[in-house]
């Protein structure tokens, strides 16, 4: 059974740092696509990075590039997304998925997934 479960979100001010964390089971995460999203209420999902299965390349939206940054640790099946330079415009819930292929999506849109997690909040807030 395919499972993942994010942790790691919070409250933090402007400029501030988060690593959130996605534990997955019922697949090995060195293999497959993951996938970070976010989702503010009242507005469409949208896709904030991936890792590829195998050679594990990264990919951002351009609005995150330089701040976070996408990684796995293939012993523990958990991806992570190490955020930096936190603003007030990444407030959201982010939610880890995976497609369980071994690409990610075409401009990280977050429709082939099938997989979800429930989500963790994380609020940038002075």
């Known amino acids: 059974q395919v499972q993942l479960v994010e942790s790691g979100g919070g409250r933090v001010q402007p400029g501030g740092s988060l690593t959130l964390s996605c534990v997955v089971s019922?697949?090995?995460?060195?293999?497959?696509?993951v996938g970070w999203f976010r989702q503010v209420s009242g507005k469409e999902r949208e896709g904030v990075s991936c890792i590829s299965g195998g050679s594990g390349s990264p990919e951002y939206a351009n609005s995150v590039k330089g701040r976070f940054t996408i990684s796995r640790d293939n012993a523990k099946n958990t991806v992570y997304l190490q955020m930096n330079s936190l603003e007030l415009e990444d407030t959201a819930v982010y939610y880890c998925a995976t497609n369980l292929n071994d690409y990610c999506s075409d401009y990280l849109q977050w429709g082939p997934y099938d997989y979800w997690g429930q989500g963790t909040p994380v609020t940038v807030s002075s």
């Open positions: 019922g697949f090995t995460s060195d293999l497959f696509a």
